[in-house]
């Protein structure tokens, strides 16, 4: 098939004396215009170690010699044709190594050696080649650029150590001669994109500068990042007309596209070569992006997610946090662990974001289970009373938080159903962005709610209880919204406290409340008071007849962790408390896995010790809800009437 004049030739059976009459076009062409040929040779190459290699033309595989085209005679005869300045070839085929003319042929032929030259080949003269990936990684990076490559990229050392990066299975090499001295600039094969970047904008950022300029002047027209910053120092400081609010701006926009352009060209240069479109859709999700940017079949190009965080994602007393987000992303999925590297760590003290990247990686970093993948937290808040008013979600990554979403409950148990139904397919997506399955969900509740009904037990979708799909750990939300007398640091002491006892060697279950002990609130509070708050884990055998929730009250506010029977009391206390103590360190996962299997009918001789664990309900406490409890205890929620310089501008 023939595209663009012959530029392009494309088929299975093309045959010899085509290709010659399409090159020698495209060297006439050249010659006329003055400037260089590139010329690429991709498909099928057929040779033997020492013989020259042949370009199949002719459609079938070991066909006459004169069916096909010789490569070195092809290129030798492009390089010593009268008038052209210079040939850049592209092999991508088989033995392609064996496409180098011979020297003389180059040094001492028509053009007697006056001549420029550079050749890329897929493979060594030996090798097979695989999935045109010599091509197809060389585009790649002619649509990337390579930062510090300068305004071109050439047939050099930085190309082709990328190559070598990108490509598996082959070894790509290079061949240059430069006898031309003459002939004008050094031959280059594409302008550098990567050079570029301050002077063109994408979508995202030249959106940014509109609506920002738009803001100040309706008439006025600046669309580089140069042409704002020539601007806002002409009139920054006199505002002469103009809106305060809105030329801060237009400020806040250059500061933004300056930060932009930095971290676009590191990390195009450290994590670009890395990145898949798959993992590149994990990082948006791991930065904070919003969904839409990650749910289209092609993932937003690595230039939209960067000016997205540098534009949209704020930057408050000149912190680019979701620039910090998106970095720190990046090193995880690629697989940096705590170290970022050089380049990365000199970016983050420019922009003095060091911290911020060290903190998020670490968080990304910190997976409780061993699993990477997303975890759900769902906050039941009532209104004084045994009614839940809205589910508040928070998805977490280890423990960075991905996003947050609140959900307002209608009447009853089924307008709570139907909050926690929307909240689990709210984060249904990003679990998929991931490839993992959300297994673990959080269901944070005040003490009423909290002893009214297992949050395990409700319902969502289809009628499903909700443990049965998840393994749902029941968390006490007094950390959070602790009760009249305590404050939130009151409550995190009594749980640092907490998780000091718990990794206490001698610490291999409960401490066990007896009947005569919970005889009334006064003898609770004596019994407590010998004790120290958050010293160890409460346990019930049996729920007292009355004021059980003063009771669980009094318990929780003194342990955040509290372990009480389902049902009114456990039926067979001694084989429920052994069963408890051998499974202490794994709690509360098994007491979620015992619950499923019962509910099921599962019945399991080698597992007998494992059932009993489903008679009792725990509200658990443990590093990964107090780092969150902590976390959100420093959380400042911006009242409506406070906005930003750009809802301001």
């Not at 903190?359 to 409780?368: F, I, K, T």
Request: glycine share 8%; proline share 4%; hydrophobic share 40%.
């Amino acid at each position: 098939m023939d595209r663009g004049k012959d530029s392009l030739l494309i088929g299975t059976g093309l045959g010899r004396n085509r290709v010659f009459d399409a090159v020698e076009l495209a060297v006439e062409v050249s010659r006329r215009d003055g400037g260089p040929l590139v010329l690429a040779l991709l498909g099928h190459g057929e040779g033997a170690e020492g013989a020259p290699l042949y370009f199949v033309t002719s459609g079938s595989r070991n066909a006459p010699s004169l069916s096909n085209v010789n490569v070195p005679d092809l290129l030798g005869g492009v390089l010593n044709h009268p008038g052209l300045t210079g040939l850049v070839a592209i092999v991508d085929t088989c033995l392609s190594g064996g496409a180098v003319p011979n020297t003389p042929v180059i040094t001492a032929g028509r053009q007697e050696g006056n001549v420029r030259f550079s050749l890329l080949f897929a493979a060594t003269a030996k090798e097979q080649a695989y999935d045109m990936r010599l091509s197809t990684e060389l585009t790649r990076l002619m649509e990337e650029g390579l930062p510090d490559a300068g305004e071109f990229l050439k047939v050099d050392d930085d190309l082709l150590e990328q190559l070598r990066k990108r490509i598996n299975g082959q070894q790509p090499g290079r061949i240059v001669f430069d006898g031309g001295a003459y002939l004008g600039d050094a031959l280059w094969l594409a302008r550098n994109r990567a050079a570029f970047l301050d002077r063109a904008l994408g979508s995202i950022a030249s959106n940014a500068v509109r609506e920002a300029v738009r803001r100040v002047d309706s008439n006025l027209r600046l669309s580089t990042e140069d042409e704002v910053a020539a601007w806002l120092k002409e009139n920054q400081r006199t505002a002469s007309g103009h809106s305060r609010a809105a030329v801060h701006r237009l400020g806040e926009v250059l500061t933004e596209l300056e930060a932009g352009r930095k971290t676009l060209t590191i990390v195009s240069k450290v994590f670009g070569p890395d990145l898949t479109e798959d993992s590149l859709r994990l990082v948006g999700m791991l930065a904070g992006l919003p969904l839409h940017l990650m749910r289209y079949e092609q993932p937003p190009a690595l230039r939209d997610m960067v000016d997205y965080a540098a534009h949209h994602g704020g930057a408050a007393e000149g912190r680019h946090r979701a620039l910090a987000h998106l970095v720190a992303a990046m090193a995880h999925v690629t697989g940096h662990g705590d170290r970022l590297p050089d380049d990365v760590v000199g970016w983050a003290q420019d922009l003095e974001l060091t911290i911020t990247v060290n903190s998020r990686l670490r968080e990304l970093n910190h997976q409780s289970d061993g699993e990477r993948a997303p975890r759900l937290v769902l906050v039941l808040a009532d209104d004084g009373g045994e009614s839940v008013v809205r589910v508040d979600a928070w998805l977490l990554f280890g423990r960075a938080l991905l996003g947050s979403q609140r959900f307002l409950c209608g009447l009853g148990a089924e307008g709570l159903e139907r909050a926690l139904t929307e909240a689990v397919a709210w984060a249904a997506p990003w679990a998929n962005i991931a490839g993992k399955r959300l297994r673990h969900i959080d269901v944070a509740a005040p003490t009423l709610i909290l002893l009214d009904r297992p949050p395990e037990e409700h319902m969502v979708r289809k009628r499903e209880k909700l443990g049965v799909n998840y393994t749902v750990t029941t968390r006490w939300s007094g950390l959070l919204t602790p009760p009249p007398d305590l404050t939130v640091d009151d409550m995190l002491q009594v749980g640092e406290q907490l998780l000091v006892s718990l990794d206490d060697g001698d610490c291999c279950g409960p401490r066990w409340v007896h009947a005569e002990q919970l005889e009334t609130i006064d003898h609770l509070r004596q019994h407590l008071s010998n004790h120290g708050l958050g010293q160890q884990v409460w346990a019930l055998a049996t729920v007292p007849e009355s004021d059980w929730d003063f009771v669980a009250q009094e318990l929780l506010e003194h342990t955040p962790a509290l372990v009480w029977p389902r049902q009114r009391a456990i039926a067979d206390q001694q084989v429920v408390e052994a069963s408890v103590v051998r499974y202490w360190q794994a709690l509360p996962h098994k007491i979620a896995h015992a619950y499923r299997r019962h509910v099921s009918g599962a019945c399991r001789s080698h597992d007998d010790d494992l059932g009993p664990l489903a008679a009792v309900r725990a509200a658990w406490h443990d590093e990964d809800w107090q780092a969150f409890c902590r976390k959100r205890a420093r959380a400042v929620v911006r009242a409506p009437d406070e906005l930003t310089s750009k809802e301001r501008a």
